[in-house]
């Protein structure tokens, strides 16, 4: 069984997951932002390693922890959706850092950047799928482990997703959220980018697309 623990990064309230598993030494981390915070959840829990970063899609307040981790772990991988989301590893305008009051965030170019394809082995008789779910961004994805779905900045808790962004696309979105829909009564835990988890079943995912809900610039 996995599990998981959900940092609050300070600067931008996005938030980190650690995925674990019992008896493995070696994590994966999704979205790193804060970085000591991450440091001393592995220490407290025995962990020594960490084998991948997965990214939900490549903007900045997702991805800003991910030079210190290749600081520490060289050989890691990070995971995108897509060429696009590639790039705005490497572009602070694209990932949007340029334009916040940080400095530009550009991911070191020795870092091992895969594509993602349907599913990933995390680790033995564990497997991610993973979800295309462009909209937010044209690199955002849903990952689905166990009961978990980690879903980015594409379906928060009571938000409209917002798609005014560059690489944003409401009519995307909306097919995104249709795919979403498909996985309803399957008791999943949602994991979002920001704010807080919940479930999905009984959620109004209506509220991702409805221009009445309330957005916030995230
Ligand atoms: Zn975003």
Known sequence: MIQFARLVNTQFTSNTYILSKEDEKAVWLVDPGDIQPVWQWMQAHGKSEVLGVLLTHGHFDHLYGINKVLEEYPQCSIYVANEYGKSLLFDARKNNSYYAPIEDIVVSSAADVRLYNNSLALWPNVTLKVL???????????????????????????????????????????????????????????????????????????????????????
Request: aromatic content about 4%; hydrophobic content about 35%.
């Open 132 to 218: 295309f779910t462009p909209g937010h961004s044209e690199d955002s994805v849903c990952l689905q482990v166990d009961n978990l779905l980690f879903t980015g900045d594409t379906l928060i808790h009571n938000l409209r997703t917002v798609t005014k962004l560059r690489g944003g696309d409401t009519l995307k979105l909306k097919d995104s959220i249709e795919i979403l829909r498909t996985l309803l009564g399957q008791g999943l835990h949602v994991c979002p980018g920001h704010n807080e988890e919940f479930e999905l079943d009984g959620y109004d995912l209506r509220k991702a697309i409805n221009a009445k809900a309330p957005v916030k610039d995230l």
